[in-house]
């Protein structure tokens, strides 16, 4: 694919607002209005974007996912996530997924060589956050931030104390471990008793923890998690994640087939790099690459999930075959997972 159409879905999917939620096969659907979550994610693909091609038209849109941010958050700091069309949030709080997920956006953010002035408003975003994180009870919202918190630790900021993150960190990696020890039962050794979406964030955020903190039953915990993930997803030889349709619970003789959804594959790809920068072996690598291959038709349907005509991505694989919207999970999806296996030293934080 030429550059020029390479992502050009995201432009299409980009208003003066921020990035519209859905599209009706690839023309943005208004109707759906947009989500925090989205523009957060939007806000990383657009950095790395700009930090590999350095080009200024990812810095305009990485302008506008932050405005979005801005206006996103409420005054307990915390974040709403569904807006309408007509720039009006239909909730005062998001969800702690949306939070975490905001999170790791702006501690992303602080990575970047980018000027003073757009750090200067991640910032301030996450001391208005910082509070909320402990009250935090979602699994998923705790790994997000726990991801977010690890960034924020590692960047050249100063305005925080290092030790209190730190302190965060060990504080929210023992929630972690304590839910699988919880769950981890025989051969299922899981955080929960069912596995649902965006599975490999967890593994994940305990790699990025164990990198701060050195806690060996940390570590013990994500790769065995992380394996275990490997046996579901990885049990045809290519990459195929859990449908969520009717997910994999403990005791089913397998997981759900289908739908197949691009963020899954995006995720996975960023915990096996992670996995790579801590334990130096191929096999990670090999396998975050079979997660971008599943874009380019390496799946249970031997289809690519990129519209060559957009340049944006499909939302997924079916029963029936692919799934032809293309929505800003999907295109985001996509670009972060191209950026991650493609240009790993210049985005990988």
Same mark, same amino acid.
């Given at each position: 694919?030429?550059?020029?159409?390479?992502?050009?879905?995201?432009?299409?999917?980009?208003?003066?607002?921020?990035? =519209?939620?859905?599209?009706?096969?690839?023309?943005?659907?208004?109707?759906?209005?947009?989500?925090?979550?989205?523009?957060?994610?939007?806000?990383?693909?657009?950095?790395?974007?700009?930090? *590999?091609?350095?080009?200024?038209?990812?810095?305009?849109?990485?302008?506008?996912?932050?405005?979005?941010?801005?206006?996103?958050?409420?005054?307990?700091?915390?974040?709403?996530?569904?807006?309408?069309?007509?720039?009006?949030?239909?909730?005062?709080?998001?969800?702690?997924?949306?939070?975490?997920?905001?999170?790791?956006?702006?501690?992303?953010?602080?990575?970047?060589?980018?000027?003073?002035?757009?750090?200067? *408003?991640?910032?301030?975003?996450?001391?208005?956050?910082?509070?909320?994180?402990?009250?935090?009870?979602?699994?998923?919202?705790?790994?997000?931030?726990?991801?977010?918190?690890?960034?924020?630790?590692?960047?050249? *900021?100063?305005?925080?104390?290092?030790?209190?993150?730190?302190?965060?960190?060990?504080?929210?990696?023992?929630?972690?471990?304590?839910?699988?020890?919880?769950?981890?039962?025989?051969?299922?050794?899981?955080?929960?008793?069912?596995?649902?979406?965006?599975?490999?964030?967890?593994?994940?955020? =305990?790699?990025?923890?164990?990198?701060?903190?050195?806690?060996?039953?940390?570590?013990?915990?994500?790769?065995?998690?992380?394996?275990?993930?490997?046996? *579901?997803?990885?049990?045809?030889?290519?990459?195929?994640?859990?449908?969520?349709?009717?997910?994999?619970?403990?005791?089913?003789?397998?997981?759900?087939?289908?739908?197949?959804?691009?963020?899954?594959?995006?995720?996975?790809?960023?915990?096996?790099?992670?996995?790579?920068?801590?334990?130096?072996?191929?096999?990670?690598?090999?396998?975050?690459?079979?997660?971008?291959?599943?874009?380019?038709?390496?799946?249970?349907?031997?289809?690519?999930?990129?519209?060559?005509?957009?340049?944006?991505?499909?939302?997924?694989?079916?029963?029936?075959?692919?799934?032809?919207?293309?929505?800003?999970?999907?295109?985001?999806?996509?670009?972060?997972?191209?950026?991650?296996?493609?240009?790993?030293?210049?985005?990988?934080?």
């Amino acid at each position: 694919m030429k550059l020029a159409t390479k992502f050009q879905h995201l432009f299409n999917l980009t208003d003066d607002t921020g990035i =519209l939620q859905h599209s009706l096969y690839s023309i943005p659907d208004l109707t759906k209005g947009y989500t925090t979550d989205d523009n957060s994610r939007a806000l990383i693909a657009a950095s790395m974007l700009y930090e *590999v091609y350095k080009d200024e038209k990812y810095l305009d849109l990485l302008k506008r996912y932050l405005s979005f941010l801005i206006y996103a958050q409420n005054g307990k700091g915390y974040f709403r996530n569904f807006m309408n069309y007509n720039r009006e949030f239909i909730e005062e709080v998001g969800s702690e997924d949306c939070f975490g997920r905001t999170l790791w956006a702006l501690g992303y953010l602080l990575n970047t060589n980018l000027s003073n002035g757009y750090q200067s *408003v991640a910032v301030t975003l996450i001391k208005k956050a910082l509070p909320n994180v402990a009250n935090l009870n979602s699994l998923r919202g705790n790994a997000y931030s726990l991801i977010g918190l690890s960034l924020l630790y590692s960047s050249d *900021v100063t305005e925080f104390n290092k030790e209190k993150i730190k302190n965060l960190i060990t504080s929210i990696s023992k929630k972690i471990v304590q839910k699988y020890r919880e769950n981890k039962d025989g051969e299922w050794k899981w955080f929960e008793n069912i596995m649902t979406y965006s599975n490999a964030v967890l593994p994940w955020a =305990l790699l990025r923890s164990y990198i701060i903190t050195k806690d060996e039953e940390v570590l013990d915990v994500a790769k065995e998690s992380m394996e275990f993930l490997e046996k *579901v997803t990885f049990r045809s030889g290519y990459f195929k994640p859990i449908g969520c349709k009717d997910w994999y619970k403990k005791g089913d003789e397998k997981p759900a087939e289908f739908d197949e959804q691009p963020v899954e594959a995006c995720e996975t790809a960023l915990m096996y790099t992670e996995a790579y920068k801590i334990f130096q072996e191929e096999k990670y690598k090999e396998k975050s690459l079979k997660c971008y291959n599943w874009f380019l038709g390496e799946n249970s349907k031997n289809v690519p999930l990129i519209d060559e005509e957009t340049g944006g991505c499909y939302d997924g694989i079916t029963k029936e075959g692919v799934n032809l919207n293309e929505g800003a999970e999907s295109m985001i999806s996509l670009i972060i997972t191209d950026m991650v296996v493609n240009h790993t030293e210049t985005v990988f934080k």
